[in-house]
Structures are given as C-alpha cells and as structure tokens.
C-alpha cells in the first residue's frame, strides 16, 4: 500500500483527514500545526481507518471515529505501507 502524506494547514480542530485515491494509494494531509507526537498518534489513527476500510463501510462517520478510539487496532504493524512525504 501506498500512503501519500501532506503536511500542509487544516481548519483549527482537525487533525488529520484522509482520501482514498483513484490509483489505489491513499493520501493523508495531517495539521501543520500539530506537535510531532500529536502528528505521529493523528497519522496512526488515519492508517487504522485505511487498514480497516472504513472508506467502503456504510456506518455513519462518528460511529466509526468512536469504535476506532475504543479499540486497540492503533498497536498495528506498519510494515507493508510505503509512506511518502510532502510539506506544502
């Protein structure tokens, strides 16, 4: 898998966002303003809802964010994603 990541100005309150690309690699915009340890928890809890496809799932938004925070699934192996910076 192939994860694009942007470092680039996001509206106040969001850390992250994520959108499924046509090529079938993901790119990933996280805050610029956010500190390196904050960054690093918003990129992991953006890899989990790739790795859990939560883009194809129908349940609502807010739901899943809940599940995912509830869960463990953040303590996951990283190992098959290539990542690709870009600061804009």
């Given at each position: 898998m192939n994860v694009n990541i942007?470092?680039?100005q996001l509206e106040p309150g969001i850390d992250a966002v994520t959108t499924p690309n046509d090529d079938g690699t993901y790119t990933i915009a996280i805050n610029n303003k956010l500190c390196e340890e904050r960054?690093?928890?918003a990129l992991l809890h953006e890899i989990t809802h790739i790795k859990k496809d939560d883009f194809s799932s129908f349940e609502k938004a807010?739901?899943?964010e809940r599940m995912l925070r509830e869960s463990d699934y953040l303590n996951q192996e990283l190992?098959?994603?290539n990542f690709y910076w870009n600061v804009i």
């Open positions: 942007i470092i680039t960054a690093k928890k807010s739901l899943l190992e098959d994603i």
